[in-house]
């Protein structure tokens, strides 16, 4: 089959790379336009684009979708077919052009987690089983009937990078899974709505802003734990710390563990023996922070940051 395919970060590359190595032909790739980036502001190609590039497979980075000449580029290749690996919504003229239709890898076992940020919100919400699922596109986003699904696991000590990477290979067995599925015309879609009047609940994967990170120490331990390795290492959950001098950083907390044996002291007390640990408390149980950024400095460990910051009894969290 002659495939397009859609995709733009990291994760989308492990997909691309596996369709290439089959004996479908990838004719063009679609990618998000160059964006500048770091101190000096020079454009920057995606991951997907780099890999096309590589390996001299064709570019396309339209900055409207619905445009004529994109749609007129899309013709003129005639793919059979179109996957999408974390891109954003596709007009329907694009999606529904191809004859064997346009298919999405989803970082989730829909119907749940539908939306932008289903990793992070799985393990936020304490999930011990996540996975990735392909279906067809539609109208709506992630509401398309279900083609094929592969689980994965979620442990105690992941965060949203280790899920991130498991996530990633086994997108990429699916999607291959599911193009030879729909080259042999042995495709058995599953509908959506049926596995919705299934499920108690349905959990939502709405988009992460800076706003959404601010860690809530009055809660439980295991709240606060999920929080933030479901947002490390990106886009990081934060609190607030002020210093003896009364000046109120923004300090990221990338791991942790937590403690239920302590005795009882106030939510957001900062404890800690100046050299080795350092642990906020919260409504249970502590949370020992491990590895941290402030505000304006490089990602440590918390020993490194203790050897270059005297804490005394005027420090606090918020």
């Given at each position: 089959m002659k495939i397009?395919?859609?995709?733009t970060p990291d994760f989308a590359v492990a997909t691309l790379k596996a369709i290439h190595a089959t004996n479908h032909e990838v004719a063009a790739v679609v990618t998000a336009p160059d964006k500048p980036a770091g101190r000096g502001r020079k454009l920057k190609m995606s991951a997907v684009k780099k890999f096309a590039i590589d390996n001299a497979i064709a570019v396309l980075q339209p900055t409207n979708l619905k445009s004529d000449t994109f749609t007129r580029q899309l013709s003129e290749i005639a793919p059979d077919l179109q996957v999408i690996v974390a891109f954003r919504m596709l007009p329907e003229k694009v999606w529904a052009l191809p004859p064997k239709g346009t298919f999405n890898i989803h970082a989730s076992l829909l119907p749940q987690y539908r939306g932008a940020a289903p990793i992070n919100h799985a393990i936020i919400n304490g999930e011990t089983k996540t996975g990735v699922t392909s279906f067809f596109l539609t109208k709506e986003i992630d509401t398309g009937s279900i083609i094929g699904k592969k689980a994965v696991e979620i442990t105690e000590d992941d965060n949203a990078g280790t899920l991130h990477d498991k996530l990633m290979v086994k997108g990429a067995e699916l999607a291959v899974e599911t193009l030879d599925q729909i080259d042999k015309g042995?495709?058995?879609?599953?509908?959506?709505?049926?596995?919705?009047?299934?499920?108690?609940?349905?959990?939502?994967?709405?988009?992460?802003?800076?706003?959404?990170?601010?860690?809530?120490?009055?809660?439980?331990?295991?709240?606060?734990?999920?929080?933030?390795r479901g947002l490390s290492p990106y886009p990081a959950a934060?609190?607030?710390?002020?210093?003896?001098?009364?000046?109120?950083?923004?300090?990221?907390?990338?791991?942790?563990?937590?403690?239920?044996?302590?005795?009882?002291?106030?939510?957001?007390?900062?404890?800690?023996?100046?050299?080795t640990y350092l642990k906020v408390a919260c409504a249970d149980g502590l949370i020992s922070i491990e590895e941290l950024q402030l505000e304006g400095k490089k990602r440590m460990d918390t020993a490194s940051f203790l050897r270059g910051t005297e804490i005394d009894e005027k420090w606090r969290v918020d």
């Open positions: 397009v395919f859609y995709g042995d495709v058995r879609t599953i509908s959506q709505d049926a596995l919705v009047r299934q499920e108690n609940e349905l959990q939502k994967a709405p988009k992460i802003y800076r706003e959404d990170c601010r860690i809530d120490w009055h809660k439980g331990a295991d709240t606060v734990y999920n929080f933030i934060f609190t607030y710390i002020t210093g003896k001098e009364g000046v109120k950083k923004q300090l990221k907390i990338l791991k942790v563990k937590k403690e239920f044996n302590f005795d009882s002291c106030e939510t957001k007390s900062l404890l800690t023996d100046g050299k």
